[in-house]
């Protein structure tokens, strides 16, 4: 932050004004006497702070007597709007101040920072340049020092030869005296040829008397370009420093793009910045040869949004500055994380009762997310929506149970969440708290038992199946060609209807989910039904319960069969829906675990089942 | 018409009386107990009728088939008339305990000497209700009937010949075609002659083989080890046929192990009173 900058050249004037009455904008009607001390701030601000002395010239505020009229003070309203104007007016002065004392402070604490930055890198600088020429000198020293070392050895080798050749000479001379002094003649004689021999040798030789080397020192230029550039360089912008890049602002992300934003440390000058990233894979290969590409963007801010990114994905992204003298390194490696897709509602897997509804979904992302945001909202009994919007957090399952008011409709989505945020909302799913709604679990359907599109008709027909399809596993019914429906896990009654044909043998009532699909329905204790049978003289009907059924007569046969489930009782009751007439209660039932709608086809025909019902008053007499 | 209280006794909350009455329809005093419910104190309530069987009086409802308690959690009225008209020194009227005395069967005899007299059908339908609605806080627009063995017959005739006069209707081993059973035809023969044909119109099959009118919802149970079903007395499977060919709502429960006594009542007295609730309450 450049205070020069900051003030604009215009804070020039911190001066005390002694006998400075004008006042622009002074509100206040009093005369003004005596003022003292008049300061003036202006720093983007046009008004003046005004400050005048209390005494006798002002009504004080709490009304206390101040020696003026007392009428004056007591004048009703005019005086204390008046005062209370001006006492507005003066506090909001005051605060305009303190923000503006406090600004001072921050550009006086900057500017201190700054410079006590310039310094030390001033001090840097220098310090390098100091040690760098001491550098050079230590060496250029040791060099010379050899040279010497060298030179006074070959001389000093030099003296040595010649001092022996002296000694030889004179040696040489010396034998030459004494055999010329002898008095022996015949010795004389002897020596005397190879003396003179040696002497005519010796005198042919050439005393070398040049010096083996130069009494110059080599002294190369020194070479300070480096030290130079130092020195320039001091003067020179530096590069800048590392910026900081920011960590993930909550809600900056989308599907596909990234909000980064970073800041400088310093206040470096910085041309532009250059944005690095890639994702980050979640299995990397031991050898980092195929590292992921690294993408790079150049912007001129301080903020990028990254975009045709992956969702639900993790990036890692660093930055550089770069300006005339060069590349700030990279800042710390920030991790990013882009908000996931959005969930698809699993319609067909939706089940609903008067108090709750099981809403489910697929997480629409590869990679696993944080967790699932689910909202609802109300519909307004004249079917407008109320704009009541919930929301349950944290759902860590791609299912929520929610509780519910009955008989109202609610809209819902889903949206997936992440350390990005969350995703867009799935599709709306519309649900229905009058009556229980549900699907049929067609995993469970007997292979000869065909679903209609909509999923609530069922078909037993007559033609025979190649072995190929009857495909069963765990969960299919294998000889009662039956099915079994998604009731929601909630304790508390249930409805629902049942419409059949007249010549339909069918099975309908409820049973445990982990009732034996190798066994027919109400013949043991897991599940409980009503049978209907055709024999060729009349129509049978049967409640079945661990095999056994009580012995009754319907005259008039039930084509739509209401079944109205009560945990609370431990009551399964079937209606003849056309005449509001009861059938028959299984009593004392003890649905120990959650129970789930059943329905089977005996012979060819057809059954459909009728949800979203609210119970008749009959039901749950 | 003066009627005199015979007895009371606090009951389930509510009380259960026994009155005494000059009857018009049947020229002799009649008594007739009635169950008043907690809410009758304060609300007009609906009434169920009930009629008895072979020798019974006005006593072996009220105190062996347990209804007070049901009738008391639905708020209903229950009226349990004798079974025929006592004390009129008929001659052969004590002989059997199948004709005559306790065993009216629910018809206005025309023959003699039982025509001046025996006349419980008109009593039950007109006579009876009409004093109940007066002297009583009852709904006059909610009634429903039920009965055992003879009182079940009673009770299918009366919801068939007076189609919308009752909301509901029930029995308990009720003789369904006395046209075809031993005393169906000792006692019709007895007050109504010997022209068959005019019998029909006191049988409940051959009357739900024309019935007309709105759609009833006939509840019957029927114990399995009842003697009476076995001598074929009772003969349910005949109303059974005609009721599923015409269209009757009938639901019939065959139990097993029961008999035809009061005990076999008790066991599903609660059963027919919620049957009888869901339509009188409605």
């Not at chain 1, 004179?170 to 002094?181: D, F, H, M, N």
């Not at chain 1, 020194?222 to 602002?249: G, H």
């Not at chain 1, 944290?394 to 989505?413: E, N």
Request: aromatic share 10%.
């Amino acid at each position: 932050m450049d205070l020069y900058e900051l003030s604009g050249g215009r804070l020039g004037v911190i001066a005390e004004e002694a006998e400075h009455h004008e006042s622009p904008s002074s509100t206040m009607n009093r005369p003004t006497r005596d003022v003292s001390n008049f300061q003036r701030f202006s720093v983007a601000t046009n008004e003046s702070l005004q400050f005048q002395p209390c005494e006798g010239s002002t009504p004080s505020p709490t009304g206390a007597d101040d020696g003026l009229d007392d009428d004056d003070v007591f004048k009703e309203g005019e005086t204390e709007r008046e005062i209370d104007k001006t006492r507005n007016l003066l506090q909001g002065k005051v605060a305009e101040m303190e923000n503006f004392a406090g600004h001072l402070e921050e550009i006086f604490l900057t500017v201190e920072e700054n410079f006590g930055r310039q310094e030390q890198n001033l001090e840097q600088h220098y310090n390098d340049v100091l040690q760098t020429l001491s550098q050079r000198y230590d060496e250029r020293a040791a060099t010379l020092e050899e040279e010497k070392k060298s030179k006074l050895e070959a001389l000093y080798n030099q003296l040595l030869s010649c001092g022996q050749a002296l000694d030889a000479s004179k040696e040489l001379i010396e034998t030459a005296q004494e055999i010329y002094r002898s008095q022996d003649k015949r010795l004389f004689l002897k020596a005397v040829t190879p003396a003179i021999k040696r002497i005519e040798e010796f005198a042919k030789e050439e005393t070398d008397l040049t010096l083996s080397t130069s009494l110059e020192f080599n002294t190369p230029p020194s070479d300070l370009s480096e030290v130079k550039t130092m020195m320039d360089s001091i003067n020179v912008v530096p590069a800048p420093s590392a910026p900081v890049i920011n960590p993930q602002m909550p809600n900056s992300a989308s599907q596909t793009s990234l909000r980064v934003c970073w800041s400088l440390f310093s206040d470096d000058t910085v041309e532009y910045y250059e944005l690095y990233y890639r994702p980050v894979l979640e299995d990397m290969p031991a050898d980092s040869t195929c590292t992921p590409y690294v993408s790079k963007v150049k912007v001129k801010e301080t903020h990028c949004t990254v975009t045709d990114l992956l969702p639900n994905a993790q990036y890692e992204l660093w930055v550089t500055a770069t300006n005339t003298t060069g590349i700030s390194p990279a800042s710390e490696k920030a991790l990013y994380m882009t908000v996931p897709s959005p969930p698809t509602i699993k319609q067909r897997e939706c089940s609903s009762c008067p108090e709750a509804a099981m809403i489910r979904w697929e997480s629409g992302n590869a990679n696993p997310v944080d967790s699932y945001t689910v909202e609802l909202s109300k519909m307004g009994t004249d079917g407008t929506e109320s704009g009541v919007t919930e929301s349950i957090v944290a759902v860590p399952a791609c299912q929520c149970l929610i509780q519910l008011q009955p008989g109202r409709r609610y809209l819902i989505s889903v949206r997936a969440v992440n350390i990005g945020g969350p995703s867009d909302r799935s599709d709306v799913i519309t649900v229905s708290t009058i009556g229980t709604f549900f699907h049929l679990l067609e995993d469970t359907a007997h292979p000869c038992l065909s679903i209609s599109e909509d999923g609530f008709t069922m078909f037993y027909g007559d033609e025979e199946l190649p072995i190929s399809a009857m495909a069963f596993d765990d969960s299919t019914f294998t000889r009662c060609v039956a099915v079994l429906g998604d009731l929601i896990a909630v304790r508390c009654r249930h409805y629902w209807e049942v419409e059949v044909d007249d010549g339909t043998e069918f099975r309908i009532g409820v049973a445990f989910e982990d009732a034996e699909r190798n066994s027919y329905l109400g013949a043991n204790s897991s599940s409980w039904c009503m049978r209907h049978i055709l024999t060729p003289t009349r129509h049978k009907y049967e409640f079945l319960h661990n095999g056994w059924s009580p012995d009754l007569r319907i005259t008039v046969n039930p084509l739509r069969i209401g079944v109205a489930l009560d945990y609370e009782r431990g009551t399964l009751s079937f209606f003849n829906v056309d005449l509001e007439q009861h059938l028959h209660t299984f009593f004392h039932c003890h649905f120990q675990n959650y129970v789930y709608p059943c329905f089977s086809l005996d012979n060819t025909g057809a059954l459909t089942v009728h949800n979203s019902i609210e119970a008749p008053e009959y039901a749950f007499i | 018409m003066a009627l005199t209280q015979v007895s009371s006794n606090r009951c389930a909350g509510g009380f259960q009386k026994v009155f005494e009455h000059d009857s018009s329809e049947l020229k002799c005093k009649m008594k007739f107990a009635i169950y008043l419910p907690p809410k009758a104190e304060t609300d007009k309530c609906p009434v169920f009728y009930w009629l008895s069987g072979l020798t019974c009086t006005e006593q072996n409802f009220i105190t062996k088939a347990g209804s007070q308690l049901a009738a008391a959690e639905h708020g209903i009225i229950v009226v349990a008339p004798d079974t025929s008209p006592r004390g009129c020194n008929i001659e052969g009227e004590d002989e059997s305990w199948d004709f005559g005395t306790g065993a009216g069967f629910y018809v206005d005899a025309t023959e003699d000497p039982w025509k001046t007299n025996y006349r419980m059908y008109s009593y039950v339908t007109e006579e009876l209700p009409k004093l109940i609605n007066t002297n009583f806080p009852a709904d006059p627009d909610r009634k429903s009937i039920s009965g055992h063995s003879m009182g079940g017959h009673g009770a299918l005739i009366c919801a068939l010949k007076n189609p919308g006069k009752y909301k509901a209707v029930s029995a308990f081993a009720p003789i369904c075609n006395p046209l075809q059973c031993p005393w169906g035809q000792k006692a019709f023969s007895g007050y109504l002659g010997s022209d068959r044909s005019t019998w029909e119109a006191y049988d409940a099959t051959a009357l739900a083989s024309s019935y007309s009118g709105p759609q009833l919802d006939v509840l019957i149970d029927q114990g399995r080890d009842d003697q009476f079903l076995s001598a074929s007395q009772l003969l349910p499977d005949n109303l059974i046929a005609v009721c599923s060919e015409k269209k009757i709502p009938v639901v019939f429960r065959l139990q097993p192990g029961y008999d035809h006594s009061y005990f076999f009542i008790y066991s599903f007295m609660n059963d027919h009173m919620k049957h009888h609730a869901k339509y009188l309450n409605a």
